[in-house]
């Protein structure tokens, strides 16, 4: 019988878990916490025929580098969902989507254009559904939506999706790659595999995706742009109407997802839309009516004249931009984990653009002392540590009259106090609700 170690037992470990065992292979689930323990299935490693690790455990783990010099193939949960893809001849189509910012929007609109154009369609991958398990369960799927972090596209070998695209890329993760350009080669990973008839979709205005298409696509592509170099770009905005291939499709001013980069992430969707051959007034009905993610840019509380928004979703610095340039004059609640990223364009946009930063966090004393190198003023700055101290103090300092935006918008990963940036998004709106009382849900 067949042997595999599934190295976690998150989201993605289990899922591949469940695939596995319904071939009759024998799985042995090694988790320091919830399985057979790391030092422990180093014994076990002459058994192995496959080993599937988590994306959050990196190459140069132990184990894993001693799985690798035994000659074990070590792949991740998306490879094994493409290979199961191929051995069942499945007829699933998979969309695979990465980026720095505004994947996991693009990922869920995606599905929600396909899933109104009347294809079986659902999403899964970093958007926090297994791959493996989707596949197991929903064999007659038509399509798969995948959202891909750098983690899992780092060990790709033979995944090769229909339609796949880059939304955009911006440094982050450094406290897991050398250089950003590791971070960068492993997005592109998406593409590597496409030829032909594959379709890869990009940003013309993305200056790092721009500088590798020449060396890293090789199959057919369409493009998007917002703003500039419209005349090679398939899909962009002009005169108050989105244009693809030269066709109206519908009306900027319409879109239900306000700010220049969900129009990006919009774009992205209608080239998608159009490449499959959905009409015009389903992507109409779809953009015009869908509804904001929670966690991202959430407008969910109002306590007398102020509105309270929820962008824990915002785990690095270009996503916390996006939403001070959407909320200027607002006062802001940032940091997390320190990934070790340059902070100097956050800074600058919060120096010109901020009303009062709270600080939270492991990342707090260095996002303090960039603010008051760049002559930010400190009597506007607020290093409270918690979530819970930074809304108490805010509360003592406003009033029902006065009109004022919080955003949290924390530029960084949650792990320091949190699980997740679900998690840290929802312990924010339940402290909300239980400090500033009497507010309205919106």
């Known amino acids: ?18 695939l596995l065992e319904s071939k009759g292979v024998e799985v042995v689930l090694v988790d320091d916490n919830s399985g057979v323990k790391s ?4 014994k076990i490693l002459a058994e192995i025929n496959l080993f599937i690790k988590s994306p959050g455990i990196p190459f140069d783990n132990e184990l894993v580098k001693k799985a690798l010099d035994l000659g074990i193939e ?4 998306i490879e094994l969902g ?3 893809i191929v051995e069942k001849k499945l007829p699933t189509k998979i969309v695979a ?7 996991t929007t693009t990922t869920s609109k995606t599905t929600e254009l396909l899933q109104k154009a009347g294809f079986k369609a659902m999403h899964a991958g970093n958007i926090g559904n297994s791959f493996a398990e989707l596949l197991l369960e929903n064999p007659d799927l038509d399509y798969a939506v995948l959202e891909l972090s750098s983690f899992q596209l ?6 090769k999706p229909y339609i796949s695209l880059i939304v955009n890329l911006s440094p982050d993760h450094l406290d897991r790659y ?8 492993a997005k592109f990973n998406i593409c590597k595999n496409q030829k032909d008839n594959d379709i890869f979709i990009y940003n013309v205005n993305d200056d790092e995706t721009m500088k590798r298409i020449p060396s890293k696509v090789f199959c057919d592509t369409r493009t998007i742009t917002v703003g500039k170099n419209k005349e090679i770009a398939n899909c962009f905005e002009e005169n108050g109407w989105v244009l693809y291939n030269g066709e109206q499709i519908l009306e900027v001013d319409k879109l239900s997802l306000k700010g220049k980069h969900n129009l990006e992430n919009s774009l992205f969707i209608i080239t998608i839309g159009k490449i499959l051959n959905i009409s015009n007034e389903v992507i109409q009905n779809c953009l015009y009516n869908t509804k904001s993610l929670e966690h991202r840019m959430e407008l969910f509380y109002k306590w007398g004249n102020t509105i309270f928004i929820n962008d824990s979703k915002g785990t690095n610095l270009d996503s916390t931009n996006f939403a001070i340039a959407a909320y200027k004059g607002s006062i802001l609640i940032c940091g997390g984990k320190d990934k070790g990223l340059p902070l100097d364009s956050m800074i600058e946009n919060i ?4 009303k009062k930063v709270y600080l939270i966090g492991k990342m707090a004393n260095r996002v303090e002392k960039s603010l008051l190198e760049a002559n930010y003023s400190k009597e506007n700055i607020f290093n409270l540590g918690t979530l819970e101290n930074v809304l108490k103090h805010i509360k003592e300092n406003i009033t029902l009259e006065d009109k004022e935006v919080v955003l949290l918008s924390p530029s960084t990963s949650s792990y320091d106090q949190f699980k997740s940036f679900e998690h840290r998004g929802k312990v924010f709106k339940e402290l909300v609700e239980e400090i500033f009382v009497g507010g309205e849900i919106l």
Do not use: P, Q
């Not at 030092?39 to 180093?42: E, L, N």
């Not at 070590?74 to 949960?77: G, K, N």
């Open 178 to 185: 050398a250089v950003v350009e590791d971070y960068y080669e």
């Open 1 to 18: 019988m067949e042997k595999a170690i599934v190295f976690g037992n998150g989201v993605s470990g289990k899922g591949a878990k469940k």
């Open 82 to 84: 493409y290979r199961y």
């Open 351 to 354: 120096k010109l653009n901020i």
């Open 97 to 103: 989507i990465t980026g720095s910012n505004g994947k």
């Open 74 to 77: 070590v792949i991740d949960e």
């Open 154 to 159: 780092e060990g790709i070998k033979n995944f």
């Open 39 to 42: 030092s422990d299935a180093v």
